[in-house]
């Protein structure tokens, strides 16, 4: 595949996920917002977020993670999308992003916190083994609240079909509630939802089908994952490959690949104690400056067995970066979170050859404190 497509760049020539078309090859990853009202209602600081991403370029849009059931709330602040209630508060950003932009798509990324809820006291997981960060135990889930949460989810895509969103991406990264069936470090069940990998993504699997009953089959609902969760005896990208390749066959329209769990963070410092606080230096889930696009091996290994897109998360530093990705066809998308947090403006600033060949963010996290208060922005505590 040539770089330069019929006179354009790659990253500036369009790709469909499922039904959807795409019209460049920028995604901003879900990035936790924490602007939600205490019981879940957007606010006007969402729509302010949602346009500047929605007039800087990207072509689709994931939003931060919301909760598909009250015991799946992982943080205050989070938007709820629980329950018919959210759904006119929700289109409000689905519109935000269509009337500002030429095109930009808008997914709803969805999840369910499981063990690794921050705010509720008591957590559900597959298996009642104790999330080391929090220190909380959950309780393991019976076969009915499985049942419970599969219907949670497929409510979820209904609403945000109804809302006007353009595709849902489920978040099964990251060691929320989804990424624990699938990790088998985490899911010690015995039942249909344990065990062997089939087991593993029943769940996915039967999320999947009860949907597309709720909503038409050319809605395109996609998911984050796990190549590796970063413990031993957790998910190994021999599995997660094999995993998407399953994903695929039931349905799923694409694929974006990361890594790790919170927990990491803990295991990573043994000396911890109880620290409430988010540990940027462990890759949990992002990387530092020194590790630009971490997750590309494994995004290779995903893009050797898969027919869907696979969209790549984590330290993508370069526009230069980008054109060896998508010109070597190590990935579909590119995807960002801390970069479009700095400059919203960055596909356009990079589209129209603007400025520098890299992002000003320095991947320093310090934004991850900022969704805690006063709602999700760069701390600008450098410049270049
Ligand atoms: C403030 C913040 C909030 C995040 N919230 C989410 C989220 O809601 N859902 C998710 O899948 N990942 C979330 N992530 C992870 C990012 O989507 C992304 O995978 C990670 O930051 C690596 O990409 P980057 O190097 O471009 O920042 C968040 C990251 C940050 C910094």
């Known amino acids: 595949?040539?770089?330069?497509?019929?006179?354009?760049?790659?990253?500036?020539?369009?790709?469909?996920?499922?039904?959807?078309?795409?019209?460049?090859?920028?995604?901003?990853?879900?990035?936790?917002?924490?602007?939600?009202?205490?019981?879940?209602?957007?606010?006007?600081?969402?729509?302010?977020?949602?346009?500047?991403?929605?007039?800087?370029?990207?072509?689709?849009?994931?939003?931060?993670?919301?909760?598909?059931?009250?015991?799946?709330?992982?943080?205050?602040?989070?938007?709820?999308?629980?329950?018919?209630?959210?759904?006119?508060?929700?289109?409000?950003?689905?519109?935000?992003?269509?009337?500002?932009?030429?095109?930009?798509?808008?997914?709803?990324?969805?999840?369910?916190?499981?063990?690794?809820?921050?705010?509720?006291?008591?957590?559900?997981?597959?298996?009642?083994?104790?999330?080391?960060?929090?220190?909380?135990?959950?309780?393991?889930?019976?076969?009915?609240?499985?049942?419970?949460?599969?219907?949670?989810?497929?409510?979820?895509?209904?609403?945000?079909?109804?809302?006007?969103?353009?595709?849902?991406?489920?978040?099964?990264?990251?060691?929320?509630?989804?990424?624990?069936?699938?990790?088998?470090?985490i899911n010690k069940r015995t039942d249909d939802y344990g065990g062997s990998i089939d087991n593993r993504i029943r769940i996915l699997e039967e999320i999947y089908n009860t949907s597309v009953d709720l909503v038409e089959k050319e809605f395109p609902i996609f998911i984050k994952l796990n190549a590796v969760d970063f413990v031993e005896g957790g998910t190994s990208i021999e599995e997660s490959t094999k995993v998407a390749k399953r994903l695929e066959?039931?349905?799923?329209?694409?694929?974006?690949?990361?890594?790790?769990?919170?927990?990491?963070?803990?295991?990573?410092?043994?000396?911890?104690?109880?620290?409430?606080?988010?540990?940027?230096?462990?890759?949990i889930l992002i990387g530092t400056v020194n590790e630009p696009a971490y997750n590309l091996p494994y995004a290779k290994e995903f893009k050797k067995v898969l027919d869907i897109p696979v969209i790549l998360v984590g330290g993508i530093n370069s526009l230069s970066l980008v054109k060896n990705i998508l010109n070597n066809e190590s990935a579909d998308f590119v995807s960002f979170a801390r970069p479009l947090i700095r400059e919203p403006n960055l596909p356009n600033r990079w589209m129209n050859g603007i400025g520098n060949d890299e992002v000003d963010c320095i991947f320093c996290s310090s934004c991850l404190s900022t969704v805690v208060t006063p709602g999700l922005q760069c701390a600008k505590l450098h410049s270049k």
């Open 1 to 185: 595949m040539q770089y330069i497509q019929k006179g354009r760049n790659m990253y500036s020539s369009p790709k469909k996920i499922g039904s959807m078309e795409i019209k460049n090859r920028f995604v901003r990853s879900a990035t936790f917002e924490g602007m939600a009202t205490e019981d879940g209602y957007i606010t006007d600081k969402h729509i302010t977020l949602y346009k500047e991403l929605a007039e800087g370029g990207v072509g689709l849009i994931n939003t931060g993670h919301a909760y598909v059931h009250e015991n799946g709330k992982a943080f205050d602040k989070q938007t709820g999308v629980s329950d018919d209630k959210y759904i006119n508060g929700l289109r409000k950003i689905a519109d935000v992003v269509h009337k500002n932009s030429k095109n930009c798509k808008v997914a709803l990324q969805i999840s369910h916190s499981g063990r690794q809820s921050r705010c509720l006291e008591n957590t559900i997981a597959p298996s009642a083994l104790e999330e080391k960060l929090t220190r909380k135990i959950p309780r393991e889930m019976t076969k009915k609240e499985i049942i419970d949460i599969i219907d949670a989810f497929s409510q979820a895509i209904r609403r945000a079909k109804e809302a006007g969103f353009d595709a849902v991406q489920i978040h099964g990264a990251h060691g929320y509630l989804i990424s624990e069936f699938l990790s088998p470090y």
């Open 249 to 283: 066959k039931i349905g799923y329209s694409a694929i974006e690949v990361s890594g790790g769990i919170w927990e990491v963070a803990t295991l990573k410092k043994k000396d911890l104690g109880w620290k409430p606080t988010f540990l940027p230096e462990s890759r």
